[in-house]
């Protein structure tokens, strides 16, 4: 069964208010830029209180020796599972596999947020799923646990790596607003042992009696 991982992109003190009810429930909670920044320690070590797996959303993108710098201190706070851009290159791969411990590492192929258009003004040659399959065999290749891409790309990507923990977020219920995701996955159409965590922030923060809809869902696949 794949692992359902809660985004909290909450102001601090709802996000304490969200931790504590959740307590016991088997989730992975994912602290990002909006908790971290202004409280880190604070958040992170709550997180590990409660019995929770920590998922650090930093998405690290830099040269190498900061990278390595960033695994550590990851490290160091407990982290099950860090995010860092693939597209940081293959030498802050590989420093960041050394040194990374007990921390899964997670390469971010291409956001979830962009579309095919939005490579090609980047400057991206080829399409969005090629540029996804040669970030991830670069990625696997130096030794990352797994990557985060869509739904869409997923079943692909498990088919070339099986080895790879598959992290997929833009997940929705039917239904639901899919806001500023545009490679979106509706939890209904999740496909049978191809995604590994699924992560969903706003559609379970609008209402968190959703979480038990979401378990039940990923417990049928
Ligand atoms: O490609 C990516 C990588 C990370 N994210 C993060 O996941 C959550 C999704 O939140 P929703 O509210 O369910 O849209 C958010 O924290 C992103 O930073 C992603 O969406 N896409």
């Known amino acids: 069964m794949a692992k359902l991982c809660l985004a909290l992109d909450l102001p601090s003190e709802k996000a304490k208010e969200v931790l504590f009810s959740l307590k016991g429930y088997p989730l992975v ?9 202004s409280h880190h320690r604070a958040i992170t070590d709550l997180v590990k209180e409660l019995g929770f797996e920590l998922f650090l959303d930093l998405k690290l993108h830099d040269i190498p020796n900061t990278v390595k710098e960033g695994v550590l201190s990851a490290r160091d ?4 599972y860090l995010t860092l851009h693939i597209l940081s290159g293959k030498q802050a791969l590989r420093e960041a596999v050394k040194v ?7 390469g971010v192929s291409v956001l979830t947020s962009l579309t095919e258009e939005d490579l090609e003004d980047l400057g991206f040659c080829s399409s969005l799923e090629e540029e996804v399959v040669r970030l991830v065999s670069l990625g696997m290749s130096e030794g990352i646990d797994g990557v985060v891409c869509s739904g869409l790309e997923a079943p692909k990507i498990k088919d070339l790596f099986p080895h790879a ?9 039917r239904g639901d ?6 490679r ?3 939890l209904e159409d999740l496909p049978k042992g191809v995604v590994d965590m699924v992560v969903m922030g706003r559609s379970l923060l609008e209402n968190l009696r959703r979480i038990d809809r979401a378990l039940e869902i990923l417990h049928e696949r």
């Open 184 to 186: 979106v996955l509706f």
């Open 77 to 80: 706070l407990g982290a099950d």
């Open 177 to 182: 607003e899919v806001q500023d995701q545009k």
């Open 100 to 106: 990374k411990g007990n921390t899964k590492l997670l």
């Open 165 to 173: 923990f598959v992290v997929v977020p833009g997940v929705r219920f």
């Open 29 to 37: 909670i994912k602290v990002g830029y909006k908790l971290f920044i």
